[in-house]
């Protein structure tokens, strides 16, 4: 005897119905919007982003900075020649530091162009005019020709020497710094329109 089993479908609820009934709905077509109107949305976003970007960068440029104190030439010279005494073992770039500071300040000072001259040229010059008196022009001959026996003759100066030689160019920026009343009338006469 065989027993066979008779296998009757579950009878279908209300409730599993309507959810075949969704499942089974067809779906409606997806609807895209006309492809133009997402290209100008586009173009329309960059250039909002391109005009935020230039006037942010407009804004910076036109910002008010705060004024760059301006040093005075005596006082940056003062400040090299200070630094310079960090190389007071080293007599070659102690003196090119020490000359380059004095010739500097001198340029500033005087508007004389005597960084790019060589010592002759530079002395030369400085003779025709009235910018040092005469023994500020025999003290700097003799610093710049030291200086010059130290950066290409190769002379090796003692400490003392290479110490003179920082005294003779801070005498040389304190006699010839403005006096406070010059430099006040001059910083007037700058900012004038």
């Given at each position: 005897?065989?027993n066979?089993?008779?296998?009757?479908?579950?009878?279908?609820?209300?409730?599993?119905?309507?959810?075949?009934?969704?499942?089974?709905?067809?779906?409606?077509?997806?609807?895209?919007?006309?492809p133009?109107?997402w290209?100008?949305?586009?173009?329309?976003?960059?250039v909002?982003?391109?005009?935020?970007?230039?006037?942010?960068?407009?804004?910076?440029?036109?910002?008010?900075?705060?004024?760059?104190?301006?040093?005075?030439?005596?006082?940056?010279?003062?400040?090299?020649?200070?630094?310079?005494?960090?190389?007071?073992?080293?007599?070659?770039p102690?003196?090119?530091?020490?000359?380059?500071?004095?010739?500097?300040?001198?340029?500033?000072?005087?508007?004389?162009?005597?960084?790019?001259?060589t010592?002759?040229?530079?002395?030369?010059?400085?003779?025709?005019?009235?910018?040092?008196?005469?023994?500020?022009?025999?003290?700097?001959?003799?610093?710049?020709?030291?200086?010059?026996?130290?950066?290409?003759?190769?002379?090796?100066?003692?400490?003392?020497?290479?110490?003179?030689?920082?005294?003779?160019?801070?005498?040389?920026?304190?006699?010839?710094?403005?006096?406070?009343?010059?430099?006040?009338?001059?910083?007037?006469?700058?900012?004038?329109p």
């Amino acid at each position: 005897m065989t027993n066979s089993a008779l296998i009757v479908p579950a009878q279908q609820t209300a409730t599993n119905t309507a959810e075949l009934a969704f499942r089974e709905a067809p779906k409606p077509p997806l609807t895209i919007a006309n492809p133009w109107f997402w290209f100008w949305v586009v173009i329309i976003l960059l250039v909002l982003a391109t005009a935020f970007f230039l006037w942010r960068r407009w804004r910076k440029k036109n910002a008010v900075k705060p004024p760059i104190p301006v040093i005075p030439p005596h006082v940056r010279a003062r400040r090299q020649l200070e630094d310079a005494l960090a190389f007071i073992s080293e007599p070659k770039p102690f003196s090119i530091r020490v000359s380059d500071a004095l010739r500097q300040y001198l340029e500033e000072r005087f508007d004389f162009r005597a960084p790019e001259r060589t010592t002759e040229e530079f002395l030369y010059e400085l003779q025709n005019t009235n910018l040092l008196a005469p023994d500020q022009k025999e003290r700097l001959a003799e610093f710049l020709s030291a200086c010059d026996l130290v950066k290409f003759a190769k002379y090796e100066p003692t400490e003392i020497e290479l110490r003179a030689l920082h005294s003779s160019a801070v005498q040389l920026v304190n006699e010839t710094e403005p006096s406070p009343i010059a430099a006040e009338i001059g910083s007037t006469v700058a900012h004038q329109p």
